[in-house]
Every structure is written in structure tokens, then in C-alpha cells.
């Protein structure tokens, strides 16, 4: 019995369409979907096996293009005007009969205006709504799966009248990774969560090779901005499952685990011996996975209070050197010494930000996809900001220089919001200080916002 109706306009992101019904096959089984190409076999009456089809789903996926709102016909006429317009009759078909109608919107466009829609299908432009871009699909189709199974669990519940046993899931029911892992967070042992995260590790850590990202080889300056693009996205692309997991991880608040997530950290610094010919660009960027998943571990630990597991990973957890060296992750990932804030400015796709702020507006982006349905809207970005924030403070405390970031631009312009967001968890009694940072002295924490605002007003003022 299908389960989800793909609904999507020719020649308006049939891409999108394929991937979804691609992804939602492999998750819930090819008759859980109906797709009107693949779904209606030849000679059967396309109208009736439309709506029979329809009538049989418990959700429609309306996937939005670009053309979607204003597509004409051979005459001039708006589609979404026409009473026998197919992408318009499955909608209003959907909503007579009870199913859920969620948007799907491609390619960054805006979100539907009520407006700019006929009366009958305003009622869309009031459903919430999911993103999927070509340039990250790998998160977004996952992102789309674990929503339809948190959403609309009958997808995945069996239909007999045996009810599976609480907490396990039933014989042959398929259930996300992600709905996987947030069970394992619940159980008693967390054990699967350990093997779940080194699963997701280990994938990750096998793509992450010389062969694929070489640190060697000539490469001309004009190209260095779009091959470094090349290579950053496809970092993003590689973890973007175990960010996930570990988003969902930490963000629980769960102590039992702060271990598996610090010593994640320590495996991905792990470096390798330098090769003849390398180049530094080239060798700092492939840290660049290692800060993806501080700035996650980061950011989640900021958003559920764990000031001591933050002080944790930035200062008591440090990369080690092929000769046994080792660096606080607090100064080894330093944003600058990552990727050169000149050549973060001049990405194709990052232009705009200036040179200090580049990476961290990429990092905010990519992340902003990690947290979905995990810590959203105002609630990341605050949380984005106090991690960057407060990791400024400790780098300041540690040594005469900071990575700043996007938050130093609004400091810059009111400082007290975000220092006063932050103060509790800067007085003598806060974990975090209780945890050793600044020394546990609150004029320490005096010492480096000073230093903090006095860098803000030279590099931005």
C-alpha cells in the first residue's frame, strides 16, 4: 500500500522528484510510493490510477520549483489556474481526503505567499514546509526520511492488529538511522550509541583519503579558489551522517557519552605524516572534518547547557602530530588556521563575507542543515553565536589572538546582548568556570572581553 504521493510539475524539478522517490524507495519500499511515471503501468487509465493512487497515501510531497507559482500553457494560462491542471487536482484531492500536504522547496526558493496563489490552493502556502537543494541533497533527502518517520509514523508501523513490543521495533518495519540512534539514546546501556557513532566514523574516515583529497600537486592561484570550494564541500558532503548523529548525540544533554564525543574529535586530528610536495593549503584544509565536528559538538553542547563538556573539547582535548606533539583543539582548529580568511573571501560561493567572517558564515550555513528538527530557527542561531562567542573568550585567555567570527559584527554594533545571554555562564559559580576555565577567575573572564571588544573594534570599526 503506498504511503507517499510525489507530486511534482514537468519540466519544474523532476530531478527533486526522482531523488525523493529514489530515497523513500530504499527507506519504505517502492509500493510506499507512488510516482506517476513509475507508479501507473501501461494501458491502466492514468486518471483513475491517479487519484485511486492518491486516495491510498497518508502524505502528498509538493515539490516546488522555481516554475512552480507562475508555469502558463500553450495559450498563456497560468496552470495553477486550471481546474484540470494535475499538479493542482492532486493537491486539492489530498486535502479532501484528510492527507498530510507538505511543501517541499527547491533550490533556496521563497516560501509560498498565500497571494500569489488561487483561492483554493492558499491553504498551501500554510503548510510547513521542507528544503532540498541540489547542492546538498545528501542532508536533505535523510533530513525529508526521518521527518515522513517522526511526522507520519504509519509509514513505518506494522498493520496488524499485534502490537509490537514498546521501545523495539517490529519484524521487517524499516525505521531511519536517525530514529535508530534517538532509540539508542534512551536505553539503559547506551551501548549501541558507541557503536552507532564509530559506524558513522568509520564510513566517514574511509572516504577521507590522499587518493581523493591530495595535499600534493600543481595547482595554479586562479584555480585555488574553486578547487578549495571543491574540496570543503565535499568534506561537508562525506560527514554530514555523523554530524547528524552527533547533533542529536550531544544535543540530548546525555553525560554518559561526553567520551565518545571528544575522543571523535581526537580521531579525526590524527595526522598522518606530511607528504613530499604538500601544500599548506591543501594540509589545512583536511582539518577542516575535524572542525565541522567541534563546531557540532560545539553548538549542541552550547544549546543544552553543558558549558563543562564545551571546556572539555576546546581545552582538555588536543590533536597529536605524527612526532607526538600535542595541540588544545582550541588552538589546532583556530578558524584562520583552517582556511586562510584571504582565501575563505574568495570562494566562488562564499563571496560577499568579509575575509574574517567567510568561514564562519559557511559554518553557520552547513550547520543550520545539521540542527533541522534538532535546534532550530532563533534557537541555533543564538546558540551558534554564544559557542562562537565563548570560544573567542577562551582562546583570548589562551593566547593574544581569536577567531572572532559573524557574531563579532553585531558585537561590534550593541555588545551587551550577547555578553549578558552569556554572563551566568561566566560568574565564579557557572560550570563552566567550575569546570577550569579562565582559571575558575571570573577576572580573567574580565581580562579576555576586554580584549575581546578591543579586537572586535580593530578588525571591524
Avoid at 46 to 56: C, K, V
Avoid at 191 to 211: F, M, N, P, W
Wanted: net charge negative; glycine share 6%.
Amino acid at each position: 500500500m503506498p504511503g507517499v504521493f510525489v507530486n511534482y510539475r514537468t519540466g519544474d524539478g523532476e530531478w527533486a522528484a526522482a531523488l525523493v522517490k529514489r530515497e523513500l524507495s530504499a527507506r519504505f519500499g517502492g509500493d510506499q510510493v507512488f510516482y506517476a511515471s513509475q507508479s501507473i503501468r501501461l494501458g491502466e487509465d492514468f486518471s483513475r490510477e491517479i487519484l485511486s493512487g492518491l486516495r491510498r497515501c497518508e502524505v502528498l510531497l509538493a515539490l516546488i520549483g522555481p516554475r512552480w507559482v507562475n508555469a502558463v500553457d500553450r495559450e498563456g494560462v497560468r496552470r495553477l489556474d486550471k481546474p484540470d491542471d494535475w499538479v493542482r487536482r492532486e493537491i486539492l484531492e489530498a486535502f479532501d481526503c484528510g492527507l498530510r500536504v507538505i511543501p517541499v522547496l527547491m533550490d533556496g526558493i521563497d516560501p509560498l505567499r498565500e497571494a500569489d496563489l488561487p483561492d483554493a490552493l492558499q491553504r498551501v502556502a500554510r503548510c510547513q514546509y521542507l528544503r532540498i537543494h541540489h547542492r546538498s541533497d545528501d542532508l536533505d533527502l535523510p533530513r525529508l526520511v526521518d521527518e515522513l518517520v517522526e511526522l507520519v509514523p504509519e509509514l513505518v508501523a506494522p498493520r496488524s492488529s499485534s502490537a509490537p513490543r514498546p521501545g523495539r521495533p517490529a519484524e521487517g518495519e524499516l525505521r531511519s538511522p536517525i530514529t535508530e540512534f534517538r532509540q539508542a539514546l534512551s536505553e539503559p546501556l547506551g551501548q549501541s550509541v558507541y557503536e552507532r557513532v564509530q559506524a558513522a566514523a568509520a564510513a566517514a574516515l574511509e572516504l577521507l583519503t590522499e587518493a581523493r583529497y591530495p595535499t600534493s600537486g600543481h595547482l595554479h592561484d586562479s584555480d585555488l579558489p574553486s578547487e578549495l570550494e571543491k574540496r570543503l564541500t565535499g568534506y561537508e558532503h562525506d560527514l554530514a551522517p555523523l554530524l547528524r548523529l552527533v547533533a542529536i548525540g550531544v544535543r540530548s544533554g546525555d553525560r554518559r557519552h561526553d567520551e565518545v564525543w571528544t575522543t571523535l574529535v581526537e580521531r579525526f586530528l590524527r595526522r598522518q605524516p606530511r607528504h613530499h610536495g604538500a601544500r599548506d593549503v591543501w594540509v589545512n584544509a583536511s582539518a577542516y572534518p575535524a572542525l565541522l565536528l567541534t563546531c557540532v559538538i560545539g553548538v549542541a553542547a552550547t544549546a543544552a547547557n553543558r558549558e563543562d563538556l564545551l571546556h572539555r573539547l576546546l581545552c582538555r582535548t588536543a590533536a597529536t602530530s605524527a612526532d607526538g606533539r600535542t595541540t588544545p583543539v582550541l588552538r589546532e582548529l583556530a578558524l584562520r588556521n583552517v582556511v586562510d580568511p584571504r582565501h575563505a573571501a574568495a570562494l566562488p560561493t562564499w563571496g560577499g563575507a568579509p575575509p574574517h567572517q567567510a568561514l564562519s558564515v559557511q559554518l553557520r550555513q552547513v550547520l543550520s542543515r545539521v540542527f533541522f528538527n534538532v535546534v532550530d530557527g532563533p534557537a541555533f542561531e543564538w546558540a551558534f553565536a554564544d559557542y562562537e562567542f565563548l570560544r573567542s573568550l577562551l582562546e583570548l585567555h589562551d593566547a593574544p589572538f581569536s577567531s572572532l567570527g559573524e557574531f563579532a559584527v553585531r558585537l561590534d554594533h550593541d555588545d551587551s546582548v550577547l555578553y549578558q545571554r552569556n554572563a551566568a555562564r561566566l560568574d565564579a559559580d557557572s560550570v563552566l568556570l567550575r569546570a577550569g576555565a579562565f582559571g575558575g577567575e571570573p577576572d580573567n573572564v574580565a581580562a579576555a572581553w576586554r580584549e575581546l571588544r578591543q579586537a572586535t573594534r580593530a578588525r571591524y570599526s
